[in-house]
Each structure stands twice: as C-alpha cells, then as structure tokens.
C-alpha cells in the first residue's frame, strides 16, 4: 500500500519561504504524476503543483512565479519550493500521487502566513 508523508509546513510570515517535502513509501515503482493540491477553511481543493514523469509540471496562476516543483530521480519525492508566501497561501497542503493509475492522498500539511 502506498503511503504519503508530507513534511515542511509551519508559520512564517508575509515574505517568507517555505519548502514542502511529500515523499512515497510501500511502492518501488515511479510516480506518473505527483503534487500538491491545497484547502482552506470553506473552500474547495485546488491544484498547486504538478510533475508529471516526464518532468513537465503544471502550476496554478496564483503561485506561478513564486512556487516551483521538483522530483527526486527516483520519482517518488517531490518538493515544492513556496516563495514569497502571502496570506491568502494560507492552506493545508495536500500530497497527491498516481502510481499505476492509482491515486493516493496524504494527511497534508498547515501552511500559515501571517501578516
């Protein structure tokens, strides 16, 4: 059974940087798409980031400029580097994974910016 941990959250203010780490454990084949999705209170999930396999990656208008997303070579680690953070990024973040067609979600973590 494949599992997702996700590491990195925390506070930080108006400005400041953040990196989140999801990695996947139980499967030693490589992930053929991987990235974070975030909720905030009252709100629907929305995609961040995506990489697929073949490192093309997909980023959500709000972040583009300031996040990035990167895998391991093993493909079953990726990292999403959070940039001038604002308020409104204010979220859980949420690990998603496909492996073999089968897509799994982590327990996510807080992300809080204050002003």
């Known amino acids: 059974q494949v599992q997702l941990v996700e590491s990195g959250g925390g506070l930080v203010q108006v400005g400041g940087s953040l990196r989140l780490v999801c990695e996947a454990s139980g499967t030693s084949t490589k992930f053929n798409e991987m990235g974070w999705y975030r909720q905030a209170p009252g709100k629907q999930r929305e995609l961040v980031a995506l990489?697929?396999?073949?490192?093309?990656?997909d980023l959500a208008d709000s972040v583009k400029g300031r996040f990035s997303i990167s895998r391991d070579d093993g493909h079953r680690t990726v990292y999403m580097r959070m940039n001038y953070l604002k308020p409104e990024d204010t979220s859980r973040y949420y690990c998603?994974?496909?492996?073999?067609?089968?897509?799994?979600w982590g327990q996510g973590t807080q992300v809080t910016v204050s002003s």
């Open positions: 998603k994974a496909n492996f073999a067609g089968v897509e799994y």
């Open positions: 990489i697929r396999r073949g490192i093309s990656t």
